[in-house]
């Protein structure tokens, strides 16, 4: 089982950046994906997660609006774009898989986790 995330570095305040979540090694149609990530000092939140191709949950009210998800089942990959970036949200951004949906944005029920990738919003 493994995911890999891509797409993490330095951008702008008020750019936008795309994180990619490869999976493989288990049925991807089975399980949900969520986007966690941990900032300097803080603990790791959950953001967003998707399901059964397009069912979105937002975890946290602030990237309502610059944060969409989406799937490509096809290809076994999530992605995450960020638009209007802030420097709040620089972070290591990690993704998840969690059967039975999105359910929680608990780490703990999640099964399986990438290495995480850095995004860093600064000028």
């Known amino acids: 089982v493994q995911l890999v995330e891509s797409g993490g570095g330095l951008v702008h305040p008020g750019g936008s950046q795309r994180l990619s979540c490869a999976a493989s090694?288990?049925?991807?149609?089975?399980?949900?994906i969520g986007w966690f990530r941990q900032a300097p000092g803080k603990e790791l939140e959950g953001v967003l997660c998707?399901?059964?191709?397009?069912?979105?949950?937002y975890y946290v009210d602030s990237v309502k609006g610059r944060f969409t998800i989406s799937s490509d089942n096809a290809k076994n990959t999530v992605y995450l774009q960020m638009n209007a970036l802030k420097p709040e949200d620089t972070a290591v951004y990690y993704c998840?898989?969690?059967?039975?949906?999105?359910?929680?944005?608990?780490?703990?029920?999640?099964?399986?986790w990438g290495q995480g990738t850095q995004v860093t919003v600064s000028s």
């Open positions: 090694g288990f049925i991807f149609d089975e399980y949900a």
């Open positions: 998707i399901s059964d191709g397009d069912l979105r949950t």
């Open positions: 998840a898989a969690l059967t039975g949906g999105c359910y929680s944005d608990l780490a703990e029920d999640y099964d399986y």
